[in-house]
Nanobody
């Protein structure tokens, strides 16, 4: 069982940066693939980024955020982070942290239903 709590959202202007954090409970954090998803009003939840279970391992990004967002994790602190730079108004959404048991990333992990555990979400609003 993993409980996830996101923090770091807020209201920023276009071009600004934000860093989201996700704190996980449980002693098996290092065995989970961690992901970030987002959901804008009236839209489906979409994949943003993911990282394999070991710190410094492979990362995966949606095309829309590639080169601007960076996902990382610290297994010693049971945390994963999403550094968001050059934010755009279209990045406005509720951002969710998600966890899936297992170490490697598979193609199916781009879909929300692959993940077993979710945080409550944190709002990111980017004004133009």
């Amino acid at each position: 069982q993993v409980q996830l709590v996101e923090s770091g959202g807020g209201l920023v202007q276009a071009g600004d940066s934000l860093r989201l954090s996700c704190a996980a409970s449980g002693r098996t954090f290092s065995s989970y693939v961690m992901g970030w998803f987002r959901q804008a009003p009236g839209k489906e939840r979409e994949f943003v980024a993911a990282i394999v279970s070991w710190s410094g391992g492979s990362t995966y990004y949606a095309d829309s955020v590639k080169g601007r967002f960076t996902i990382s994790r610290d297994n010693a602190k049971n945390t994963t982070s999403l550094q968001m730079n050059s934010l755009k108004p279209e990045d406005t959404a509720v951002y969710y942290c998600a966890a899936r048991s297992g170490g490697r990333f598979y193609y199916t992990d781009y879909a929300a239903d692959a993940y077993h555990y979710w945080g409550q979400g944190t709002q990111v609003t980017v004004s133009s």
